[in-house]
């Protein structure tokens, strides 16, 4: 095999075994880190401070039990906007624009011979790259320098929250040649907080209501989030 396959090789294998560190921590994944590990220090794509990195993440993985892993999770990545691995979450959020930008996704993963599974999201980050490492190195690259603005930004908000899950973004920021240096991002509600029920009954009382004595509809709505001072309204820039 020439040194260029050599390489392309070894960065595809890296952006794959990144993308499983970025997955659930499910039984079948903590089997398979010892595996992950390996491939990461076969390859010699990243540096070694930051292959020290993802072998502490391993390590905690591999320590943690499998409820606390998955629990810690679902907590870090499923119930708050800033660190969602959904990258059109940060970049549309829930506007009419992010079904179009799924659409146009998709066609590029066809036009690469890649289809989804049934239940996959194009945006999410661990599709993105395998995607990304079907590609040559230097395509690969340019492909994540396009989306360097999101992984820096969850990059933060992982650092923030002194997650050791910080390390992988760190990473693909250093395949990409970019710098990982932090960026504001804006203090959310979780997810979860984000909708409220307004009282269906208000202690059986009238007062308030728009018609007292006839039935009153319950109204789901969303609370705005509300950045803290001296904090931008929409976080890193988009």
Known sequence: MSTQALHSAAHATTLRVLAHLLDYPDAALREHLPDL????????????????????????????????????????????R????????????????RGPAMIDLLKTY????????SGELPDHLTVVLEYASTQPPLAAADFLREIA???????SALTRRESAYACV???????AGEPTKLVEVAAEPLLDETWSE?????????????????????????????????????????
């Open 149 to 155: 603005h999101i992984l820096r930004s969850i990059f």
């Open 198 to 238: 307004p009282a269906a009954f208000g202690g059986c009382s009238s007062e308030g209501q728009r018609s007292p004595g006839e039935s009153q509809p319950v109204r789901i709505v969303r609370t705005p989030r509300q950045p803290q001072h001296g904090q931008s309204a929409h976080g890193a820039s988009t």
């Open 110 to 117: 066809e036009e690469a011979g890649l289809y989804l599974a």
């Open 37 to 80: 590990r390996a491939a990461l220090h076969g390859q010699r794509t990243l540096s070694a401070a930051r292959l020290a990195e993802l072998d502490a993440l391993i390590d905690q993985l591999l320590h943690a039990t499998g409820f606390d892993a998955e629990a810690a999770y679902v907590d870090l990545f499923d119930r708050g």
């Open 82 to 97: 800033g660190t969602a691995l959904h990258l059109f979450e940060h970049v549309h959020g829930d506007s009419r624009d």
């Open 169 to 175: 973004l760190a990473a693909l920021l250093d395949l």
